[in-house]
């Protein structure tokens, strides 16, 4: 039986080594390998495209290191299993990210008088308003957290119309994108969302990065449009791949981290664990944990 991973990412908590290969080989006799196989009948990792799909026509069996999925269309004739745990990070990631602009530690400078302007700005929890769009396990732990903090929080479900919330809300301090990429997210944000946040609105990416129009973002914070963003993905990542998203380095009302929301001291270890208890099932004839498909 040949797996399949690229479980290779952008920290080294995602390098899967070769010791872990060699004891999932021999535990299970299997055979992992880190080259396509028109052979691989179990998909490992987080980098699927339907271009994969095609060049490993005898797969059987995705499994995704995290909770969300993007450049592939799920199969129907494919088992789809994901880690709902890797999500635990991102919500928090989230959080660290509204504290940052929250008490201002994205402007300050050696120039005291440049913070000073940002006092007004800065708010007790319980004045906090944000808005989640997208409530699966990330926006769930998020609003948890939330919560927990007397921070107030309103949701966008896909069910919602999120430019009617944003018109008859325009009070928003922080609206937090934790969407997947599917055909309906796929530039859910663009100039016509962004208007509606207000000018004191900061904009927090810990979803994907094909749900923001980067061209319409990059347009909105060189205007002063909304008061900032917080991003931790980009369309095209490494991000000086992505011309849009390298035009939105140049601008000082921006933060941008290299997609490590979810990374964690024991994220490797969810990883393999989450893998593994369901390849020991898969042998089994077993129903698989965390079916998405």
């Given at each position: 039986m040949i797996i399949y991973t690229d479980l290779h990412n952008r920290t080294k908590n995602y390098t899967l080594p070769q010791n872990v290969i060699k004891n999932i080989n021999y535990n299970f006799n299997v055979k992992i390998t880190t080259e396509i196989d028109p052979n691989a009948e179990i998909y490992w990792g987080d980098k699927l495209t339907d271009n994969h799909l095609k060049q490993m026509p005898n797969l059987k069996w995705i499994h995704l290191s995290k909770t969300g999925y993007g450049k592939f269309n799920l199969p129907k004739n494919i088992s789809?299993?994901?880690?709902?745990?890797?999500?635990?990070?991102?919500?928090?990631?989230?959080?660290?990210?509204?504290?940052?602009?929250?008490?201002?530690?994205?402007?300050?400078?050696?120039?005291?008088?440049?913070?000073?302007?940002?006092?007004?700005?800065?708010?007790?929890?319980?004045?906090?308003?944000?808005?989640?769009?997208?409530?699966?396990?990330?926006?769930q732990q998020l609003k948890k957290l939330l919560s927990s903090l007397g921070i107030h929080n309103d949701i966008v479900t896909k069910n919602d119309n999120i430019e009617y919330i944003l018109s008859n809300n325009l009070d928003y301090n922080f609206i937090i994108n934790c969407l997947p990429f599917n055909g309906t997210t796929q530039n859910y944000f663009s100039s016509k969302t962004f208007n509606l946040m207000g000018k004191n609105a900061y904009f927090i990416n810990v979803g994907r990065g094909e749900t923001v129009n980067e061209n319409d973002l990059y347009n909105t914070l060189n205007n002063n449009i909304i008061r900032g963003a917080f991003l931790?993905?980009?369309?095209?990542?490494p991000i000086l791949n992505s011309i849009n998203a390298t035009k939105l380095l140049s601008l000082n009302n921006i933060f941008i981290s290299p997609h490590i929301a979810n990374a964690l001291?024991?994220?490797?270890?969810?990883?393999?664990?989450?893998?593994?208890?369901?390849?020991?099932?898969?042998k089994n004839n077993q129903s698989l944990n965390n079916i998405i498909l």
């Open positions: 789809v299993t994901n880690t709902p745990e890797s999500s635990n990070g991102v919500a928090e990631y989230a959080l660290t990210g509204i504290l940052y602009l929250l008490r201002g530690l994205n402007k300050m400078t050696l120039d005291r008088k440049t913070f000073d302007s940002n006092i007004e700005y800065i708010l007790p929890f319980n004045k906090v308003k944000c808005l989640i769009v997208g409530f699966g396990n990330i926006g931790d993905v980009v369309q095209n990542e001291v024991n994220s490797l270890d969810t990883q393999i664990e989450a893998f593994t208890d369901n390849l020991l099932k898969y």
